[in-house]
């Protein structure tokens, strides 16, 4: 059952905190927590970070984090949701692109497939998105802040 709490929905805060920083993408800071006040990043040989990526867990989702298609096909669907043997069709990390109310529109990242890329670039922006009820998530994994191409 989704969480009905009228005192606000510290998700929705933790994401809305995201959206901020991911829009001011601001250099060099040393904590280590979701709602760290800056992204990653900003030194002389590195990228500047734009996204905090983050995988989303449902209140019913059995514990395995929510898995999105990569691409707008209305036929695919994502049926090993717990990335084990994950196609490069389906993605359980995201970007926070848009927060309205208790709303929160999520871009679906992909898997760089590119190897030989640098390690602050893990993740490519697809043109995948999706809105969902943030009453309905009740765990947010930050993952390791990245700089995301196309996406600012």
Do not use: H
């Not at 697809?126 to 943030?134: C, E, G, I, Q």
């Amino acid at each position: 059952m989704c969480n009905n709490n009228s005192n606000g929905n510290c998700i929705s805060e933790l994401l809305n905190v995201i959206l901020i920083l991911q829009q001011n993408a601001c250099p060099d800071n040393t904590l280590d927590s979701c709602d760290r006040p800056m992204l990653g990043g900003g030194s002389s040989n590195c990228l500047v970070c734009n996204t905090r990526p983050v995988m989303l867990y449902t209140c019913c989702g059995n514990g395995v984090p929510l898995s999105m298609p990569t691409c707008k096909d209305y036929t695919l669907t994502c049926s090993n949701p717990s990335g084990e043997n994950q196609t490069t069709e389906c993605s359980n990390v995201f970007r926070v692109e848009k927060i309205e109310g208790n709303c929160c529109t999520f871009r679906v990242l992909a898997a760089n497939p590119d190897i030989t890329c640098c390690n602050n670039q893990p993740w490519l922006a697809t043109n995948s998105f999706f809105t969902m009820n943030l009453d309905c998530c009740c765990i947010v994994r930050c993952l390791s802040d990245c700089y995301v191409d196309c996406v600012c």
